[in-house]
């Protein structure tokens, strides 16, 4: 696993997955029902500690985030 941070919070995807969120004119718990209708384990508190930094973001999960916004991991990354 690689840990993507920008030394100041705990990832580099939480403002990414904020604007896409409201891109799709989702709420935190939105977003995470629909994550766990596909089977994946998020609540809404995953997804506020992701947007705000605080939460360290495995490299499935950035899998499955990236898949659920349509776009690639690296884009997601901001690669």
């Known amino acids: 696993m690689k840990i993507y941070w920008d ?9 990414r ?3 896409l969120r409201k891109g799709k004119k989702l709420t935190q718990k939105q977003l995470a029902e ?3 209708l596909e089977g994946h384990e ?3 508190l995953t997804i506020l500690r992701i947007e705000q930094g605080t939460r360290f973001v495995p490299d499935y999960e950035i899998v499955i985030l990236a ?4 776009i690639s991991t690296d884009e997601l990354l901001g690669l």
């Open 42 to 44: 998020f609540s809404d």
């Open 17 to 19: 997955i904020k604007t």
């Open 34 to 36: 629909k994550l766990q």
């Open 67 to 70: 898949k659920f916004f349509g």
């Open 7 to 15: 030394g100041k919070s705990k990832n580099i995807i939480g403002e």
